[in-house]
């Protein structure tokens, strides 16, 4: 099922931050969101995790408008994290992944073994079983990002929404972590992020959306939308591409 926004307007404190966004997302692909900074980028993906109302238009998944669904369905449909997630308990970090599973057992109910096994086995993957019975606070700020990662991943959302999710990791930790994004989108997920570095997003996206003040200047398959060109309008870099890979040359000269 896509998900999918509707002629979406977002405003915030009457300032108006999205315009007009009708785009598509599919599932068993990953699509990046870039743009500079105000384009409204956290806003959009904040709306489409349910947490923004639009002022205008739809946001649906399937065939389902997103307000209408039950908090708890719609958290085992899409798993969101934000851009500066936090952890309020100093709680071990294997509780804080096991929080991801809420969504799946009745209020209350002790973990079942389903719940377990997923556990362990987003720890694993996010290399983080090592310290999963630390106070999560202790925990450095790329490892406690792992963390958080992992309880979305535990939940096992048909919709995967991240917003800036590289940003406290070592390089090595960030591949991996794009790694498991494209290992979620390959296994049928939908997976949208948000990122800044666009070296990363051309080498990790299926298609790409570009915002630019609010609006939607392209919206595609990555190699159509991420070109030269776009980068050098949109964000006032030279680029070029060698071998598929997007290499960013530096500001243009004036």
Same mark, same amino acid.
């Given at each position: 099922?896509? /998900? ?13 931050? /999205? ?72 709680? @071990? ?63 096992? @959302? ?36 948000? /990122? ?31 070109? @030269? ?22 500001? /243009?000269?004036?």
């Amino acid at each position: 099922m896509e /998900l999918t926004l509707d002629d979406v307007t977002l405003t915030l404190s009457g300032r108006t931050v /999205l315009s007009d966004a009708h785009v598509a997302f599919r599932p068993g692909r990953v699509t990046v969101i870039v743009g500079p900074n105000g384009a409204g980028k956290s806003s959009l993906v904040r709306a489409a995790a349910g947490l923004l109302s639009p002022a205008t238009g739809h946001i649906r998944v399937g065939v389902d408008d997103l307000a209408t669904l039950d908090p708890r369905a719609r958290a085992r449909l899409i798993g969101y994290l934000p851009q500066e997630a936090s952890v309020h308990w100093n709680v @071990p970090a294997r509780e804080v992944v096991a929080l991801g599973r809420l969504p799946h057992r009745s209020p209350f109910a002790a973990p079942a073994p389903e719940d377990r096994a997923a556990i362990d086995h987003v720890l694993a993957l996010t290399d983080t079983t090592a310290f999963a019975d630390r106070p999560v606070h202790t925990l450095s700020g790329g490892e406690r990002a792992r963390v958080l990662f992992a309880r979305v991943l535990a939940g096992r @959302p048909r919709w995967l929404i991240a917003d800036e999710p590289l940003a406290s990791l070592d390089p090595a930790h960030q591949f991996a972590l794009l790694d498991l994004a494209r290992r979620a989108a390959d296994d049928g997920a939908g997976v949208v992020l948000v /990122l800044h570095d666009l070296a990363h997003a051309a080498r990790i996206a299926d298609d790409v959306l570009i915002l630019r003040d609010g609006r939607v200047v392209g919206f595609g398959p990555v190699e159509k939308v991420l070109t @030269p060109d776009a980068v050098e309008t949109v964000f006032g870099v030279s680029a070029r591409r060698i071998d598929g890979a997007l290499i960013i040359e530096g500001p /243009l000269s004036r």
